[in-house]
């Protein structure tokens, strides 16, 4: 851990308020005796200050890019376009590596710049199981959010909020009709949060998982008037929705919430949507008669910035405390010369490859 520094960068997107480290969790980082810098953020949820008062040092917004070459950037969603090569390893979720938008791009400028992604997304054991992931969170506010929608009570653009605020708003208020929920996928991290959200609305959701989907059912599926899709699909599967399936008279299902947004992925299992939703439009329409609605966030869990942040980083802690180049770190990388390789980056284009 002595010659780790860590570097947490301000998250580019404007929605995104989560931290991958939390003040409390900085602490123990530097008292281990590694260096970290935090760099201003005016949306982080945890401000600079707190930061400061467990000795990290302070940085401005964006500095990355000059950061001293052996630092480790460490963050969460997409970076921004600039510049052109990338010649730190970056921790945060890449999305690169099964041939979703933009990912070949991404990963030609970590050969550009000699640098290397560490994903987030491949942070695993040795049975491939991940290590730190925001899964229930994200599950958790997927289903809030399709209840809300369901019952007329989603109101845009979405605010972060706290998880007591949010479950007070779930509760059934009279007037309410009852309507049956399906969770794809709920054996995992998603889909426990989604169930536990979709309790605390009142209802008894139905479960699927892998035993489920083998043999899919879709007239069941679309029995249900409302489902959140908590599956992220590793190896190529049938869809669980197709175009003709929402057009089926019989289908009851009103209410869609893609958890998992692989949109643009050949790994997709709802192929029935072409890009994501936004905080300020949270839900598309996808028919008008019988109607379907869409939700598909792919920051769900900021919309509870610190409780998933507090998660999140209290796996990740351990982790990076035990940086370095084999185990679930020497995975990350592996996993990163394969995607340059399938892209024909020959070795010794990056210098971590």
């Keep these: ?17 989560r931290t991958p480290i939390v003040p409390s969790d900085a602490r ?69 590596y099964k041939q979703q938008p933009g990912a070949a791009d991404l990963l030609r400028r970590f050969a550009a710049g000699g640098g290397a992604l560490l994903d987030l997304e491949y942070l695993v054991d040795d049975h ?12 958790y506010l997927g289903a809030a959010l399709a209840v809300l929608q369901h019952r007329g009570r ?43 959200a979709l ?8 479960c699927w998982d892998l035993e489920e989907t083998r043999d899919l059912d879709r007239a069941a599926l679309l029995a249900h008037d409302a489902m959140v899709n908590c599956v992220l699909a590793t190896t190529p599967v049938p869809p669980f929705l197709r175009e003709t399936d929402l057009d ?19 790994l997709n299992v709802l192929q029935v949507y072409d890009r994501t939703t936004e905080w300020d439009e949270p839900v598309r329409r996808l028919r008008k008669e019988p109607p379907l609605d869409l939700i598909a966030i792919d920051n769900l869990p900021s919309l509870l910035p610190k409780e998933s942040s507090e998660g999140f980083s209290g796996q990740l ?17 592996d996993r990163f010369r394969a995607a340059c390789r399938e892209l024909g980056i020959v070795e010794g ?5």
């Design 1 to 17: 851990m002595t010659e780790l520094h860590l570097w947490l960068r301000h998250e580019d997107r404007p929605t995104e308020r």
């Design 349 to 353: 284009e990056s210098r971590h490859v």
């Design 28 to 96: 123990r980082l530097v008292e281990s005796g590694g260096t970290l810098t935090v760099e201003e953020s005016p949306q982080r949820i945890f401000p600079i200050e707190e930061y400061e008062a467990v000795g990290a040092r302070v940085a401005p917004t964006g500095s990355w890019v000059a950061a001293p070459p052996a630092a480790v950037v460490l963050g969460l969603k997409e970076l921004p376009d600039a510049p052109a090569e990338l010649t730190h390893r970056h921790i945060f979720f890449g999305h690169a």
């Design 248 to 266: 089926d008279p019989a289908r009851r299902l009103r209410t869609l919430c893609d958890v998992t947004c692989d949109v643009g992925s050949p």
């Design 199 to 206: 309790r605390a609305a009142g209802l008894d959701p139905t």
């Design 128 to 139: 491939g199981r991940r290590l730190a992931a925001f899964g229930y969170w994200a599950g």
């Design 317 to 333: 802690l351990p982790l990076l405390l035990d940086f370095g180049t084999g185990g679930p770190w020497g995975r990350c990388l």
């Design 154 to 196: 989603l109101v845009a653009p979405l605010t972060p909020t706290s998880k007591e605020e949010l479950d007070e708003t779930l509760r059934p208020a009279a007037g309410d009709e009852e309507f049956t929920a399906l969770v794809i996928g709920a054996l995992g991290r998603s889909g426990r949060g989604a169930h536990v």
